[in-house]
């Protein structure tokens, strides 16, 4: 079959690759009808993700339909259109058990590099590196799904595969920062980054009754897209000194909780006040602002995928404040059947982020695309088939 894989710093080729096959009771094999690239792809592409390997197939947000289905398959049968959530998880150990299915002890087949890199063993995802447990990608005409049970949903007959898609991944992220953030009715919630986690974030903030929602970004598209789709008020820190800017909006006191929606690929221009006070220049700078800008005794909420150290962080802050700081990555099997039904009712939508749609075989023009926020991409959204004329 066809897939794009990784083939070197910032590129990728599609190849053939070995179809996927059933490799117990529990597996499915989807069809991809749609995938889509996610800033969490952007340190893989660059190589700075450990033990990325040429030939590695991306892609961890993805739809598609079943075409076969192991004996202990309960959920789906062949010819189910399902979206398959971005992290592999059993559904069945301590942590699935708790509604935590993104802290899952078993879906990694091989924990003992995540061990050593943050302690305890994380699970496996799609599209990430074999070496650190990861499951060939969704940027590919078919891919195994583990745990078809657990990570696999049945689409509504209502909901459009464009909007369906961001299901995956990108609408779970914005809804577990809601979430851990604690947002409440009256709350203030700032986001920094309007890409299509940061919108889906300012969204679920709306949903959940936050009564402002401001988003922060450099890129005049996505903060007008925040405005229209989210309901969001916006900041450009390239105009603005974003903590002054904040505390002015909520009457000195800064907002109640703060959304790095990010990750380490973007540093925004934000001179934060971290570099102000000590003069350093290392990763995460929006991190860092959310930190300095949120009010005392509120939550910041880290949804970036960090991999390595960071230093330089305001961590006397945190104390001095009261802040609480949260961060997961997010739990499929806990939000994804809720979002499908406020899909359904028409309260979320997202279709709007699917801003470029390409053939699988224009992979690298998506992802030069996607990376380099030409055109106004926010996401681009590969299918394995041509895509319609017109």
């Not at 990728?12 to 179809?19: G, H, S, W």
């Not at 109640?256 to 690929?265: M, Q, R, T």
């Not at 860092?288 to 005392?296: Q, S």
């Not at 006397?316 to 806990?334: E, I, M, N, Y």
Request: aromatic share 6%; net charge negative; charged share 25%.
């Amino acid at each position: 079959m066809r897939a794009l894989c990784w083939t070197g710093t910032d590129q990728v080729a599609v190849r053939q690759v070995p179809d996927p096959e059933l490799r117990n009771g529990h597996d499915a094999i989807v069809r991809v009808r749609q995938s889509a690239t996610c800033g969490g792809d952007l340190p893989l592409l660059a190589g700075r993700t450990p033990y990325v390997s040429v030939g590695d197939v991306l892609g961890h947000e993805f739809l598609g339909e079943v075409v076969e289905v192991g004996p202990e398959v309960r959920r789906h049968r062949v010819g189910d259109r399902v979206v398959v959530s971005a992290t592999v998880a059993c559904g069945a150990c301590w942590h699935c058990r708790a509604g935590s299915p993104s802290c899952c002890d078993n879906g990694n087949p091989a924990p003992d590099v995540d061990e050593e890199a943050y302690g305890q063993p994380v699970p496996g995802g799609f599209g990430r590196p074999r070496a650190a447990g990861g499951f060939p990608g969704g940027h590919a005409e078919y891919v195994r799904v583990p745990y078809a049970d657990v990570g696999a949903f049945g689409v509504p007959d209502e909901v459009s595969d464009d909007r369906a898609l961001f299901a995956s991944d990108a609408a779970p992220a914005g809804w577990l920062a809601a979430d851990l953030g604690g947002v409440r009715d009256g709350d203030v919630v700032a986001v920094w980054g309007a890409g299509a986690v940061g919108q889906l974030t300012a969204r679920a903030a709306r949903l959940l009754g936050a009564a402002r929602v401001i988003v922060v970004d450099p890129n005049d598209d996505r903060l007008r897209m925040a405005e229209r789709h989210a309901g969001a008020e916006t900041v450009d820190p390239g105009r603005a000194d974003v903590p002054a800017e904040l505390r002015e909006r909520t009457g000195g006191r800064g907002p109640d909780v703060c959304v790095e929606a990010v990750g380490p690929a973007w540093d925004g221009g934000i001179r934060s006040l971290a570099e102000r006070f000590t003069g350093a220049a290392e990763r995460p700078p929006a991190v860092r602002e959310a930190v300095h800008a949120c009010r005392k005794g509120g939550t910041v909420v880290v949804l970036g995928e960090f991999t390595g150290h960071v230093d330089a962080f305001p961590l006397g802050s945190v104390a001095a404040k009261g802040l609480s700081v949260r961060g997961a990555r997010p739990h499929g099997a806990r939000y994804v059947p809720m979002l499908l039904e406020r899909m359904a009712r028409d309260e979320l939508r997202t279709e709007h982020l699917a801003t470029h749609r390409l053939p699988l075989e224009q992979g690298a023009l998506g992802y030069a695309l996607f990376r380099d926020r030409r055109d106004g991409c926010v996401r681009t959204v590969f299918s394995p088939d041509p895509p319609p004329a017109g």
